[in-house]
Each structure stands twice: as C-alpha cells, then as structure tokens.
C-alpha cells in the first residue's frame, strides 16, 4: 500500500512535467475525438497509438484511472507489470500484442463493470520524455423489458412499471395511443449491486374509461428503449387489485407472435431453397498477419506467431479480418461457416473496396453487411448503431445467403433453419461481394462449408 501511494505520487508529478517537454525527444499521443462505448460483461477496447515513427517503439506505458491516478495496467520492458495494479482491474487487462507490434497500445478491459467507468489516461515514455492522451470510457446496459402492474384506487387506477439491469440511469416515459407523453405521478431509482440502476414510474388514471397506454424505458447512451404496450380494458372490467399485464392478452400476443414466427420461418426457408450452395475458400493476400489459415483454405485462427506475409494493398493491417477469394457480381448464393468453438468473432459480406488499412468502419455504408459475436453477445452491425440480437439457441453454423440482384443480406442458424438477420436491401452497385470473417482472439476458430 505505501508503494501504490508512492507510485501515484510519482505519476502525478510526472504528469504535471508533462507540459515542460522533457528531453529533445518529441513525439504525440493523438487523443480518441469520441468516448469509447462497452457494455457490461463484455470487453472495452481503450486506443492509445502514440506516434513515435515507423519503427520506435515506447519504453514504458502507464494506463491510469482518472482522478486518482489509480495504475490499471503497467507496460515496461516488452511485457505486463501488474504488481502495482489496482486490485479491482486485476485479471482483467491485455495489451494486445499484435497492436504493440504496429506500436499502438491499446489496452483490452475484459469484463466491463458499471463502476469502470470514467476517464483513463494512456501515459508513455520514451527516453525520457512522456507524453499522454485521456479518453473517456462509457458503459451501458439495456436492462429487462418493463413489468407493469396495476391496483385499484378511488375513483381510478395506480400503474407501476418497474425495469431493472440498467446503465447509466434510465429515462422513463409513459404514452398514450397518439404515442403523447404522460407525466408520472412518482418516480424511483435504486442500484443493485453491480451498480445497475432498476427504475420504477407510477402513473394515475382517473376514470373508468378503457385506455391504451405504454411505459418506455430508455438508455440514453444508446438511444435505444425497451417498450410495454397494455390496455386498462380488462382492469376495469373486474380483475383483481395488484395483477400483472392481463394474462389473456399475453395469451393473445402469444399466439399471434407465434404465428408471425411460423410466417417468418416458411418464408425464410421459401429465400433459402432457391439459392445455391457456394464453395468457398479464404484469400490468403487479404488475411491479417496474425490469422493463420488452414491448407485446404477454408479454416481460420490466431496464429503462434506473426505471419511473414507480403505487403500489400489488399491486406489487413489493424483488425484481424480475411476476406473470400471467390467473390459475386450477380445470383443467389449462400455458405455455411462453423463457429461452434469460437468466443469472438464477425462473419459477412463485405465490397472489394472495403477498407484494408487502420480501424475498419463497421457498416454497411462503408461496404460491409455482417454479425458479430463478442463474448456472449450478438449484434449486427447496422448503422447509425449495432442492432442487438437476443438469441435464444447459440448457432453452431451460421449460414450466410446473398442474393445480388435483390440486394438482400441475411443470417440464419444452419442447424435449426431459423433466422437471425436480414439487412435492409442493399444496392451493390455491380461491384463484386465478398466472404469476411473476422477472428477476435486466441480461442477462436472459424471455418467454412462447403
């Protein structure tokens, strides 16, 4: 403990010489323009590029905890320090070694808590000078789907909506048919202990006519809310004081739901029948150095080592991505790639123009239509943000089907046919369409069938 004292004590003076320049040596740590966003249990990706030249390399990198200058992760000759680490980040940090080999620094937070957030600063020597960047970190969660309950008063009825597993702090809000707003009459926050805030809204309707309301909770992060639409019909016709959400109109919903899905299933399967079975292999000139891939070309993993591959213009250079050597002008096609064993992974369609070089904007506009699996969470990557996907069955095999004319994207999970995405047509414009995967860590494997 006198040491950890003694260290933030010598990382702030080091920090307040950092305006004096120190040395002959200049050089910059460029700062993230935007906040790094990570939701709760998954990873956070911290960038920190200093721009040292081609081939320098920082002697020593500190990433602090902001305003105390609390030790998160220590970088100094060539491997990890965490001796001095702050004991709640222990386990839970990497710098990632095929970004030190591009000279960048990123650091991986794994396990995203509510109380990481915050601002960071990426502290870096060379020689004796030091330089810094801060960035802030933002967490999110989308909590549970709001639970409404209702109970008799005089002359009317008290609703309570209650949502849980939420952060940072929830918006509330209550609508009536015309979607109009409804203030409330009491609002409530609590936090669990994990730091997740449950939020609970309660409205009075005076009355006893039958109206259709909703209660919305929001994440103001996101921009993205969770919505229960419910009718006071069925209150006001008898039932008893404190019930839930009428159990026959979610009986009703049930149905409906269920043959919306059916629908859903037959006309997926009507798309996936008229397309043709592709035989795909991996272009080993766009793989990442990292990526090793298989002899017969159709799998991928991390690599032991740094492949010594030629440069080029069509290759990887930051994430870790490969892209299909056949790719499409025209028809309908659809593959399968196994991903049964892999932690993190992406895999989709992307341009032949498709950005190779630096941090690749992972949308459509930019040219790639794809799923992405972090950790335990699924997402397709749409734009202005990522669509979350809550899948009831982990795929196996994920089944890619394209079809250029109509250009239509989709994602289905090849044991059970059912489906999981499809993209918004989009217009390929006659350029060709490729296969793109994308391997995240060690632990993944990804291959493709046929």
């Known amino acids: 403990m006198h040491f950890l004292s003694f260290f933030h004590s010598f990382v702030t003076c080091v920090m307040m010489l950092l305006t004096h320049n120190l040395g002959t040596d200049g050089f910059a740590v460029p700062a993230p323009s935007h906040p790094v966003l990570a939701a709760v249990g998954e990873a956070a990706l911290l960038p920190c590029c200093p721009d040292l030249g081609a081939s320098a390399r920082p002697s020593e990198v500190s990433w602090l905890r902001m305003p105390h200058s609390s030790l998160v992760h220590h970088y100094s000759e060539q491997k990890g320090q965490d001796r001095e680490q702050t004991p709640e980040y222990r386990g839970r940090t990497e710098l990632l070694m095929h970004r030190i080999r591009q000279g960048c620094m990123d650091l991986r937070l794994s396990a995203v808590r509510a109380s990481d957030e915050g601002q960071y600063t990426c502290l870096v020597r060379r020689g004796i000078s030091y330089r810094e960047a801060q960035l802030e970190l933002k967490v999110t969660a989308m909590g549970s789907a709001p639970h409404i309950s209702m ?18 702090e929830p918006q509330v809000l209550w609508r ?17 202990a994990r730091g997740l805030f449950e939020a609970q809204s309660t409205l009075l309707v005076v009355g006893s006519t039958p109206k259709d309301l909703s209660c919305v909770v929001r994440n103001t992060y996101l921009n993205e809310e969770k919505e229960t639409a419910f009718q006071t019909s069925d209150f006001l016709r008898g039932a008893s004081p404190g019930m839930v ?5 979610l009986t009703v919903f049930g149905v409906i739901g269920f043959i919306a899905y059916l629908l859903k299933i037959k006309g997926w399967k009507r798309f996936a029948d008229k397309l043709g079975k592709a035989n795909m292999t991996l272009d080993p000139d766009t793989a990442h150095p990292w990526l090793l891939l298989s002899k017969d070309g159709k799998g991928v993993r991390w690599g032991e080592e740094w492949q010594k591959w030629p440069e080029g213009p069509e290759r990887f250079d930051t994430w870790c991505c490969v892209l299909g050597y056949e790719g499409f002008t025209s028809g309908q096609h659809t593959w399968e790639v196994t991903v049964d064993s892999a932690k993190s992974w ?9 950005q190779r070089k630096g941090r690749i904007p992972l949308s459509p ?11 335990k969470v699924f997402r397709a990557l749409t734009s202005p943000k990522c ?21 239509q994207v989709a994602f289905s999970n090849a044991d059970t046919d059912v489906p999981i995405f499809t993209f918004l047509p989009a217009s390929f414009k006659g350029e060709r369409i490729h296969l793109w995967l994308w391997v995240w860590d060690k632990e993944s494997w990804l291959r493709l069938s046929p």
């Open 176 to 192: 009536d048919s015309s979607h109009q707003h409804i203030p409330s009459e009491a609002e409530n926050r609590s936090r669990d």
């Open 365 to 375: 506009q930019e040219g790639l239509w794809a799923v992405v699996k972090l950790d």
């Open 387 to 407: 669509t979350p996907l809550p899948l009831t069955c982990i795929p196996r095999r994920m089944r890619v089907s394209l079809d250029y004319e109509k250009g």
């Open 151 to 168: 109970e008799d008063i005089q002359g009317g009825i008290r609703i309570v909506c209650r949502s849980s597993g939420w952060y940072p």
């Open 245 to 249: 959400v009428p159990g026959v109109i």
């Open 346 to 354: 992406g895999v989709g369609l992307a341009r032949a123009s498709l």
